[in-house]
């Protein structure tokens, strides 16, 4: 079992980054695959980017390739989230998720965060 908070989002213009961080619990959590998903209000979730428990592979969604970067650092039991080169169209709360089993598709994620809103505006 894995507890997980979200943090990191904020408001940036067009072509800005920031970095956001998903902590999990101290106990476990190399035990998981973890995720980054998104939604924007009215729609369902959808897959950002995932990685495996030791960070040796990485999938991101097509709208983020490039752009994206997902990694871990499994001894301060925290799982990051860089996004560069923000585009309008990105703006949406982020989620972080764990699964004891790899996948892309939210209804294999036992575990959720809170969500952390990010918003690309001029």
């Known amino acids: 079992q894995v507890q997980l908070v979200e943090s990191g989002g904020g408001s940036v213009q067009p072509g800005g980054s920031l970095r956001l961080s998903c902590k999990g619990s101290?106990?476990?959590?190399?035990?998981?695959?973890m995720a980054w998903f998104c939604q924007v209000p009215g729609k369902e979730r959808e897959f950002v980017a995932a990685?495996?428990?030791?960070?040796?592979?990485?999938y991101y969604g097509d709208s983020v390739k490039g752009r994206f970067t997902i990694s871990r650092a499994n001894a301060n039991s925290t799982i990051y989230l860089q996004m560069n080169s923000l585009k309008p169209e990105d703006t949406a709360i982020y989620y972080c998720?764990?699964?004891?089993?790899?996948?892309?598709?939210?209804?294999?994620?036992?575990?959720w965060g809170q969500g952390t809103q990010v918003t690309v505006s001029s």
């Open positions: 101290e106990e476990g959590f190399d035990r998981y695959a």
């Open positions: 990685i495996t428990r030791y960070g040796i592979y990485k």
């Open positions: 998720a764990a699964t004891p089993a790899g996948s892309i598709y939210s209804s294999d994620y036992a575990f």
